[in-house]
């Protein structure tokens, strides 16, 4: 068993938040014991996959190893309990595609899986260029100083996201303000009570309500792009059918929901920490800046670097061994992606941030059936976004302490104040 205060550690808000914590946590289980079950307060018993090479393995088998018999995240004992109330024995406040598993996952995977392929992307390089130009326009307009986080890698995946989706631009803070709520639950900073949260009736009474509001905005999309389709993802959300069938009430506000916080806060964690790393590291923005063609590196490297999705949870359906351990059905598994990608045994020195990193086979983005839908988006945004402002931006560095926000399910950058000088 893993010792209670490395198993508080990992599940601990403000150990990701602290970044250092975390991580040495994690290099000490993959050095101890790579695979070993945890048992933190209030927590049922789960397995610690740390290892890259266990992490793809059980990600490769995904009718083994299952999304949505028990919670997808990380939950305690008590918020479950409440939740399945709540939900008529499910896990699951949502029901979207991380919490699917087959044939459900395939088929509603199937519905928008094209509108997010490199070939339907490349329709929309022309405008999501114009949409980068826009904020390093408005960088170069602010006098040297910003807080990257919260002036540009914010607001641009946002606003690419939205306009796919077919969000107005004028709805963008709220989308932006409830993603924080939801994923920032933890974070007084982010969250919807704007204090520490206390207990699990708490909690979960502030992600029901943010989940609510969104449910209330996604309805009257839905009946307005029913009523009047247009060329937009949210019209292929509200007329889509399963085996002939429309989506289930929840299934489609999932879908709705996941595009509208995954598709752009994650793209922005990672734009917002490969940014931190550049201004820390002004020996690899040097490098960078000299070889423009090493952009494509260097966007690998920030995802391997900030690993916006710290863990997912998977359920045993059957008796299996993974790295010699003997796993009984119905056990739960924490999938660990910052461990994952900072294995010694796969990255040559994890801890250095290195724009010319090759190969780089971070699990950043899952692996396998459940890999992440809107991947290839994020890498175009964030190319794009590279593309313009590294030209124009002549240095940078750090202008205050950047800061991460507390949360253990997906975490970045919630600021990074910079000065810099634009060509």
Not at 45 to 68: C, M, R, S, Y
Not at 243 to 260: C, Q
Request: proline fraction near 6%; include cysteine; glycine fraction near 6%.
């Amino acid at each position: 068993m893993i010792p209670q205060d490395v198993a508080q550690t990992i599940i601990d808000p403000k150990a990701y938040a602290d970044g250092k914590r975390v991580d040495d946590a994690f290099a000490f289980l993959r050095r101890e014991m790579p695979f070993a079950r945890a048992q933190p307060e209030g927590f049922d018993p789960f397995w610690v996959v740390t290892k890259h090479a266990d992490i793809l393995e059980v990600e490769k088998q995904n009718e083994l190893f299952h999304n949505g018999d028990r919670a997808t995240t990380l939950t305690p004992i008590e918020v479950d309990r409440k939740v399945r109330e709540l939900m008529g024995g499910s896990p699951h406040l949502v029901r979207s595609l991380v919490q699917m598993d087959n044939p459900d996952h395939f088929n509603y995977r199937r519905l928008t899986q094209s509108w997010f392929m490199p070939q339907n992307l490349k329709k929309l390089e022309a405008r999501i260029r114009e949409i980068a130009k826009g904020f390093i326009d408005r960088m170069a307009d602010m006098g040297g100083t910003c807080d990257f986080a919260r002036d540009v890698a914010f607001l641009y995946p946002l606003h690419v996201i939205m306009e796919v989706l077919g969000v107005p631009e004028a709805d963008e803070p709220r989308m932006l303000k409830l993603t924080q709520e939801l994923f920032g639950s933890a974070d007084p900073d982010l969250n919807r009570s704007g204090a520490e949260v206390k207990d699990a009736d708490a909690a979960l009474a502030q992600i029901g309500a943010t989940v609510g509001e969104f449910i209330t905005y996604f309805n009257e999309m839905t009946e307005d792009r029913r009523a009047r389709p247009r060329d937009d993802l949210a019209s292929v959300i509200a007329n889509g059918q399963i085996e002939g069938k429309p989506l289930g009430h929840l299934e489609a506000m999932s879908y709705y929901i996941i595009a509208a916080t995954a598709g752009h806060d994650t793209t922005s964690n990672t734009t917002a920490g490969g940014l931190w790393a550049l201004a820390e590291n002004p020996d690899q923005f040097a490098k960078l800046k000299a070889d423009p063609s090493l952009i494509p590196l260097y966007l690998e490297e920030s995802i391997r670097w900030v690993t916006p999705v710290k863990h997912f949870m998977r359920t045993a359906t059957a008796d299996a061994e993974v790295h010699g351990q003997k796993i009984a059905k119905g056990d739960w598994l924490m999938l660990s992606y910052p461990s994952g990608n900072r294995d010694e045994d796969v990255f040559d020195e994890p801890f250095a941030f290195k724009v010319d990193r090759s190969p780089n086979k971070h699990v950043a983005f899952g692996y396998g059936a459940h890999v992440c839908l809107g991947q290839h988006l994020g890498r175009m945004e964030m190319r794009i976004l590279w593309e313009e402002l590294l030209p124009r931006l002549h240095s940078v560095e750090l202008a205050g302490e950047p800061k991460r926000m507390q949360a253990s399910f997906v975490c970045g950058p919630k600021s990074v104040p910079i000065r810099y000088r634009m060509n």
